[in-house]
């Protein structure tokens, strides 16, 4: 097949096409226009560049439709070709937001969108949303105000940054009680809450999972709490490598007490081995860490329910 035939069949057939066919199903919530995210039990497929474009975040994998077809069936490129071929014609089904009105890109750029948010205050909605919905103690919520990461979003939703390296905003994972995602054009770099110089290096996989461990652990001064946002850009991948090259570092990782979360260790776990540096893997004992601290809270609240108050003694007249 000629290359002008090969790219014509590359338009007539989306990433979406090669997934559906393949058992994949839209994730929604952790999608967004520019990156819709689809999952077949453990595996994660994110589809880019209005469908023409894919990556696997657990893995090296990424590629256009026909890398896909070799990446998920293990086949050589001819026979990718042919099965390609034989979706021609086969529409994929459209993620509901993608048939409304379609939204104007917003006029602000990405900081100028972040700094027009007010931070959270007590008893504003975000701060009753990470305090009684998610258990976070508000000493936790206070260092990530103080810390400049955190913003109300809408709908009683709260807003965690993404820093790069210089501690510029690059996105930020949006979390609320019906709604979870990333910043529309945005990019995942990594949520930070602690001294930046910290050596002991906890990665999580959300930023609410990072705030809790955090809680769990007393907000240790020589911990840097971070979160890779559910996904693993080559962005996110080289802000943990230049912060793993330091001296005397340990890199946790902390990651969810499932599959998926495990493969997210041992990708931390490779680094960690490459750069020479010390490295753990520290598990949730549900399956993650705001579950976890959901229970500790839980816990904590019955047993001062049951406590038997002292009886007080009478004045001796």
Known sequence: MEKAELEELKDKVPCAAVLERAGFAL?????????????????????????????????????????????????????AMNDVAGLVGFVPSEPVWQRESREREPDLSIPE?????????????????????????????????VSNVLREGPHGSMWAAHLDEDGAVTGWEERGPAWRGFANGGTKVLFRLGRPDALRLCVTEAAIDAMSL?????????????????????????????????????????????????????RLLAIAA?????????????????????????????EEANRVPHARRSPQG
């Open 113 to 145: 969108r972040w700094q027009a948010r007010r931070k959270p205050w007590r008893g504003s909605a975000t701060w009753r949303y990470l305090s009684e919905g998610r258990h976070l103690p508000d000493r936790v919520v206070r260092a990530a105000i």
């Open 27 to 79: 994730d929604l919530k952790e999608s967004t226009r520019k990156a819709i995210k689809y999952r077949r039990d453990a595996q994660i497929i994110i589809v880019i560049h209005e469908g023409k474009g894919w990556f696997d975040p657990l893995s090296d994998g990424k590629g256009d439709v026909f890398r896909l077809v070799e990446h998920l069936e293990g086949v050589p490129f001819v026979d």
């Open 214 to 266: 955090a809680a769990l652990e007393g907000l240790r001064a020589d911990t840097l709490y971070l979160s890779t946002g559910g996904g693993w850009s080559p962005a996110t991948e080289a802000a943990i490598g230049a912060l793993v090259a330091r001296t005397d570092v340990q890199l946790v990782a902390a990651t969810d007490n499932n599959k998926q979360g495990d493969i997210y260790a041992d």
């Open 274 to 302: 490459e750069s020479g540096c010390r490295a753990e893997r520290l598990r949730p004992v549900a399956d993650d860490w705001n579950a976890d601290l959901k229970m500790r809270t839980e816990e904590g609240e019955e």
